[in-house]
Structure formats: structure tokens, C-alpha cells
């Protein structure tokens, strides 16, 4: 490729290449700072530097991963590749007001949270128990990945209807944010489109028809070539089998829902039969039921020798020790054991816990509560002040005001260290980014070297902790090697957690 020079560089070779000629005629040339040659090619070189940078960048236009942000987005246009937008967070918020009564919610009311961002509530009404607390949805006004809430974060009414509190808590996340497709990853979609154009029903023909189904949420698909499929669904498939082809889907990241949005359809390994209705044209794009649709595969394979699947869930617990900073220190400095009458409104510790002993008032603490209800399990609560019962040899904490998701699954309270949310969705992260396993022969198209790694490397997740504000070690410690999943099986965080 060629590359523009310098100033500098193009005024001293103009005079080396003027003395060059002068001393072949015998004659001298002044060409020292301040003498008529040096301005001459001084001027000349600031006009030819201009020309080169602007030949240097048409040359590299040329080429979509080196173009400018222009080009990308013209390369983006000829080749009917789009740039992904952002996403806005969707939440479910409690509110809490008037006792069993039905509020009305007038339309355009939104939350506000402390950075300005706006949640403009879906919800036409909310029905409040007899304890005076209801559930509403609220979806972000603008997009990115800094309109996610956390679980507990508290929003404000910009305009509280009649009846209801000023403030809602965050209860779930339902949709993470995510923030639009940077100009380097859009190049690089583009480069592989230039790679491995669809057409003839090749791998990137099955990806694109897939990826073009609007009837579910598809993020991402992973074609593999001659992988027959199942006898029954979840099966592995019998793998080197001509006339073949199986397309896995992969749907939006989890984020923080405690439900894997990327297992489209919600079964893992099923069969998604309203994408191969759409491919085999007896579906709209949209999944409406049709009879006049477009029979995008080929003739030459029939049906019962296609599938299109959900990702087959391979669950993997993440623990990893790490060292913080003094500003995100630990809560307390060793676990507690949990008493199995604890509820979710009152956490019963064994030991005394209170004010004469080891006093945890205000101190954050984390509960395992369940993958079901929260993603990892492990749920920070800012406990109380306890109060101790000699006689039993327990301490109680009152957790009516922040109630846990479900009562505590496991007997052990571990600390929490300041910065756990950043810790979470940086683990969330890295195994959002999993892609699914390949077979052996590997076949899997786009392959692990150009998108979404299979094999959870602890060295890479321990990085990725390590990423965090605060935190100045981080060790993974399960699983204690790497690990590989099945073709067509993604792993799956299940427990997360993070020790001193």
C-alpha cells in the first residue's frame, strides 16, 4: 500500500536529489537552511505532503477495515451490510402508593435516573396489593449500554401519577442496553461479507437468510455444513453428512435477566421450525403463516435434511478470588453461616452478629438467592442492624424494607466488595460473548478465529475481572481449566462469585 511521506522527508530527498544533480555537472548547490533550494523544496514538499496523505487515504478507503468512517459507511451501502444500532434497557420497576387500589398511568410518564437518562412507562395502569406496592415496565428513551439499572436502583417519577409513591425500584432488567455497533466491528462484519459472500446456498447464504427473520430476535447465527440433523430434539446431530446443513440461532445478550434471552424460543437445543418455514417460504418474514411466500433454499435439499435450532444451554459456575483496592473493600472479612429459617424478609445468621459481636449494620453481604430469580445467584443486600438471641446463639436481620429475590439457596453469607455490580456485568459480559462449540473436524462457519470464541479461557475471564475499577487481582478459580462445550452448545453462567 502506498504511504504518504513526511514534509521533512520530501524536502530532504528533493535536495539530496538536487545536489545528486548539480555535483554530475560539477557544480555545487546551496542547499543549507535559509538558501533558495531549501525554500523552494520546502514549499514544494508542504503542497506534496497534502497530495500523498490524501493518496495514502484513498488507498486505504479502498479497503474496508483500514477506510475511513465515511467509507465504512459507503462500503456499508454498496454491500448491503448494515450498521447495528443501539439498544435501550427495558426494566420492570415497583412502585408503591394507595393500598389495593388501580392507578391510572396518563401517557408520556417517565422515571428519571440520577444521570438524566429517561424511562418512559409502558405501562397504562398497576393494580397495588394490599401491602400498597405493584410492578410497571419502563423502557429507556434512549439507547446504550449505560441505560441499564440495576436490581435495587431506585427512579425517580418525573410526574408521579395520583396515588403512587415518588420513587420506583428497579425489580428486574428484561432488555440490556447496548450501545451501537462501533465503525471497526461494523468494517469487520463487512470484510466477512466480502470473505464468504452468500450465494448457491453456501454457509453465508444460511447465516444471512437467518439473520433476516424478524419474527424473533436473532443477534447472531452459526452455521454448520453437513451436520444432519437429530433424531430428536435436543440431539448432537451426526456430523460429515452430505446434503446436510444445521443453522444454530443465538439471540440478545442475558445482561442481567435471570432468564437466557439467548436461547431463542426458550428450549435448549429446540427445534425453531418458524425460521425453516420462513427459509422454506410457507412463513413471512415476520413469522406470519403464508402460502405464497419465497422459497429461499435450494431444491436440491430437502427439508427433513435442514435445522434450525436454539443454542444448547452447557451451565458453568464462575468463581474467582480477587483482591480490591481500598475504596471497594469487602464488606466484612469472613463468611457467616446461614440459618435455614431464614426467609426473605429475615436473615437469621448463626453467631452473634449484632452490636456485641461481630457487627455487620450497614455492611453488604451476598446471599445466593438462585439462578432463577437473579442471573449468578448471588444477591448483595446492605444489612441492618441485628439483633441477637443469646438463647438460640442467632442473629436476625430485619429485611422486610429490602426484601431478597427468594429465600437464600445456599447457608453461606459471603462479603461483598464495593464494586460487585461491576464484577457481575463484567463476567455477564465475557460469557455473553460465547459463542457455541464447533465440531471435530472443526466445520462451524463464522469459525472461533474471526467471531465469538467457544472455550471459556480462565486466563481470559480472570482478565476481564481484572478490567474492573478497584480491583488490583483477580484469579478464576472455577472451573480450574478451560473449557470446551459440545458443538452447538454454549456455556451458560450459572453461580457467580467472587471472594478476598
Not at 528533493?14 to 548547490?29: V, W
Not at 435448549?268 to 418458524?274: F, M, R, T
Request: charged share 15%.
Amino acid at each position: 500500500m502506498f504511504i504518504g511521506r513526511s514534509r521533512d522527508t520530501i524536502r530532504d530527498e528533493l535536495l539530496a536529489y538536487l545536489r545528486a544533480e548539480y555535483t554530475a555537472n560539477s557544480r555545487t548547490l546551496l542547499t543549507s537552511r535559509g538558501s533558495d533550494a531549501y525554500l523552494d523544496a520546502s514549499a514544494l514538499a508542504v503542497v506534496l505532503e497534502g497530495l500523498e496523505a490524501q493518496a495514502e487515504q484513498n488507498a486505504r478507503d479502498i479497503l474496508p477495515d483500514q477506510a475511513s468512517d465515511e467509507a465504512v459507511a459507503r462500503h456499508g451501502y454498496v454491500y448491503g451490510v448494515d450498521r447495528r444500532t443501539g439498544v435501550a434497557a427495558r426494566h420492570t420497576v415497583t412502585v408503591t402508593g394507595t393500598p389495593s387500589a388501580t392507578i391510572t398511568i396518563p401517557s408520556g410518564s417517565v422515571f428519571a435516573w440520577t444521570d438524566g437518562t429517561l424511562y418512559a412507562v409502558t405501562s397504562t395502569s398497576v393494580t397495588l396489593s394490599v401491602g400498597g406496592s405493584g410492578v410497571v415496565s419502563a423502557s429507556a428513551t434512549t439507547t446504550g449500554a449505560s441505560t441499564t439499572r440495576d436490581v435495587g436502583d431506585v427512579l425517580t417519577w418525573v410526574s408521579a401519577p395520583s396515588g403512587i409513591d415518588p420513587t420506583g425500584t428497579v425489580a428486574s432488567v428484561v432488555t440490556t442496553g447496548a450501545d451501537a455497533e462501533t465503525v471497526q466491528a461494523w468494517a469487520q462484519r463487512i470484510v466477512d461479507r466480502l470473505r464468504y459472500r452468500p450465494g448457491a446456498g453456501n454457509a453465508a447464504e444460511w447465516r444471512e437468510w437467518c439473520l433476516s427473520y424478524l419474527g424473533l430476535d436473532v443477534r447472531d447465527a452459526y452455521v454448520y455444513p453437513l451436520l444432519a440433523p437429530p433424531v430428536s430434539y435436543p440431539g448432537a446431530g451426526t456430523a460429515g453428512t452430505l446434503g446436510c446443513v444445521t443453522v444454530v440461532l443465538v439471540g440478545p445478550p442475558q445482561g442481567d435477566s435471570p432468564s437466557n434471552t439467548r436461547l431463542l424460543g426458550g428450549s435448549s437445543g429446540a427445534l425453531l421450525s418458524e425460521v425453516r418455514e420462513y427459509i422454506n417460504g410457507t412463513r413471512t418474514i415476520l413469522g406470519l403463516p403464508t402460502s405464497s411466500g419465497t422459497q429461499l433454499r435450494s431444491v436440491g435439499i430437502s427439508t427433513g435434511d435442514t435445522s434450525i435450532e436454539a443454542i444448547t444451554e452447557d451451565t458453568q459456575d464462575a468463581f474467582a478470588t480477587v483482591t480490591v483496592n481500598a475504596a471497594n473493600a469487602y464488606g466484612f472479612a469472613s463468611p457467616a453461616t446461614i440459618h435455614s429459617s431464614s426467609t426473605t424478609t429475615s436473615l437469621v445468621l448463626t453467631g452473634d452478629y449484632s452490636a456485641t459481636g461481630i457487627d455487620l449494620a450497614s455492611k453488604a453481604a451476598l446471599v445466593n438467592v438462585g439462578t432463577t430469580v437473579y442471573r449468578g445467584g448471588y444477591y448483595r443486600v446492605v444489612l441492618p442492624t441485628g439483633t441477637y438471641n443469646g438463647g438460640t446463639g442467632r442473629t436476625t436481620f430485619n429485611l422486610t424494607a429490602t426484601p431478597l429475590p427468594a429465600n437464600p439457596a445456599t447457608l453461606t453469607l459471603y462479603p461483598a466488595p464495593a464494586n460487585w455490580s461491576a464484577l457481575r456485568l463484567a463476567a455477564f459480559a465475557y460469557f455473553d460473548a460465547l459463542g457455541p462449540g464447533d465440531t471435530s473436524p472443526a466445520a462451524r462457519f463464522p469459525a472461533e478465529d474471526s467471531s465469538a470464541r467457544a472455550t471459556l479461557y480462565t486466563q481470559a475471564l480472570s482478565a476481564a475481572l481484572m478490567a474492573v475499577p478497584g480491583v488490583l487481582s483477580a484469579e478464576v478459580t472455577t472451573p480450574g481449566l478451560d473449557v470446551t462445550p459440545a458443538a452447538k452448545a454454549v456455556l451458560t453462567l450459572d453461580l457467580f462469585l467472587v471472594s478476598q
